[in-house]
């Protein structure tokens, strides 16, 4: 069956009857997925004592013998360099080297100490440390103490009862009517009812999703008392011997580098005595205080 090509048209009672409303606007996500939160309480007390002593005899002999030609953006040009060294070296050392170093360390780094008139106990519930009971010179405990038990304090509701008078006895038609009567059950409120239906959930998000609280306490203790000494003899010798050549951006040009040399060095220490001594004594004391 084709469908009608001419469908009929609404009519003004049906235009009047049709409604329509308002599509709400769109929201983003805004609330934070992560918020982090944690708690770190660090208490370090480190020390480093260094002591440090060097002693040392040395030859050292650094002969540097380099050339260098270059043709840049040149036409028909030669570049040439040369470098010729020699070098003579006589080194000798007798004597000797001595590094002491000497270093006394003391460090004290002790714990907080609980203030006076406190056990050290902590109470699992409050976390507050327990007060110790007053007592008196011969370990008595003081009258009128409060650390006795609350049930002490307590007393039986049939103790506490008025006793009935002498001579009245109950009649028969008070017990009767006490018989009869319905018996009255004292029935507390359970509490406002939460009606799930009428909750308004547009604030569920707000806040976040996850919140984390970070909070860092830090209490360092540092201490890196440091001694040395160095002693040394040296015989140091370093001829260099360098040749540059270059043509940059010539036509038919020649350079030339030539660098000769000769070197004899003697290096003589006799007899001599390097002496380095470093006394150090350090007493550090770091303690964590007293806790509140």
């Not at 208490?43 to 004592?49: F, H, V």
């Amino acid at each position: 069956m084709s469908p009608d090509p001419h469908p009929a048209r609404l009519s003004p009672e049906e235009l009047e009857a049709e409604s329509g409303a308002v599509l709400p606007a769109k929201e983003v996500l805004s609330v934070p997925l992560l918020d982090l939160n944690a708690d770190i309480d660090l208490a370090l007390a480190l020390a480093a004592p260094i002591d440090l002593a060097v002693a040392a005899n040395a030859n050292v002999a650094l002969p540097i013998d380099a050339s260098v030609s270059a043709n840049a953006l040149s036409v028909l040009s030669s570049s040439a360099a040369a470098a010729t060294q020699g070098v003579l070296l006589d080194q000798y050392i007798s004597g000797e080297a001595l590094a002491e170093s000497h270093q006394a360390s003391a460090i004290e780094q002790g714990p907080a100490e609980p203030v006076a008139g406190t056990s050290g106990e902590v109470t699992a519930a409050t976390g507050v440390p327990t007060a110790e009971p007053v007592q008196t010179d011969d370990g008595q405990p003081v009258a009128g103490d409060t650390t006795q038990p609350v049930s002490d304090a307590a007393t039986p509701a049939a103790e506490t009862a008025p006793a009935p008078t002498d001579g009245a006895a109950p009649t028969a038609d008070a017990a009767t009517s006490d018989a009869t009567a319905p018996a009255e059950v004292a029935v507390e409120p359970v509490g406002d009812v939460v009606d799930p239906l009428a909750t308004d959930l547009s604030t569920a998000l707000d806040g976040g999703l996850l919140q984390v609280d970070v909070n860092v306490d830090l209490d360092a203790d540092l201490a890196a008392p440091i001694a040395g000494a160095v002693a040394a003899n040296a015989n140091v010798a370093a001829p260099i011997d360098a040749a540059v050549a270059a043509n940059v951006g010539t036509i038919g040009s020649q350079a030339v580098a030539i660098a000769d040399q000769t070197a004899i060095i003697t290096q003589r220490l006799e007899d001599v005595t390097a002496h380095a001594t470093v006394d150090q004594d350090a007493e550090i004391d770091q303690n964590g205080g007293t806790t509140p």
